[in-house]
Nanobody, 116 residues
Framework: QVQLVESGGGLVQAGGSLRLSCTAS????????MGWYRQVPGKQRELVGT???????NYADSVKGRFTISRDNAKNTVYLQMTSLKFEDTAVYYC??????????WGQGTQVTVSS
């Protein structure tokens, strides 16, 4: 498994934007398929979107057109650009790989709070 570190969360007003980052802590590890997830206390973690090693992306209907996932292979980092944020986007956001998920390993996530 590889440890992933999420960052970039914070407090933002509705309609605002944030960019989250996800970086592998282990040098030499290449991030391939990656998913962004979010979780609200008391609810199940939900998939926000994914990106493949080739840069193809897919998004949940709730964020389509507002969120964009991208990657910088040179920095071994995957980004989640969030625009037109809504109150209901408030959650802890996580990035993760399929292998980590199979092992039950999750990072600490980054809190995004959208004020209405």
């Amino acid at each position: 498994q590889v440890q992933l570190v999420e960052s970039g969360g914070g407090l933002v007003q509705a309609g605002g934007s944030l960019r989250l980052s996800c970086t592998a802590s282990r040098s030499g590890f290449s991030i391939n398929f990656m998913g962004w997830y979010r979780q609200v206390p008391g609810k199940q973690r939900e998939l926000v979107g994914t990106i493949t090693s080739g840069g193809s992306t897919n998004y949940a209907d709730s964020v389509k057109g507002r969120f964009t996932i991208s990657r910088d292979n040179a920095k071994n980092t995957v980004y989640l650009q969030m625009t037109s944020l809504k109150f209901e986007d408030t959650a802890v956001y996580y990035c993760n790989t399929p292998n980590n998920i199979r092992l039950g390993s999750w990072g600490q996530g980054t809190q995004v709070t959208v004020s209405s």
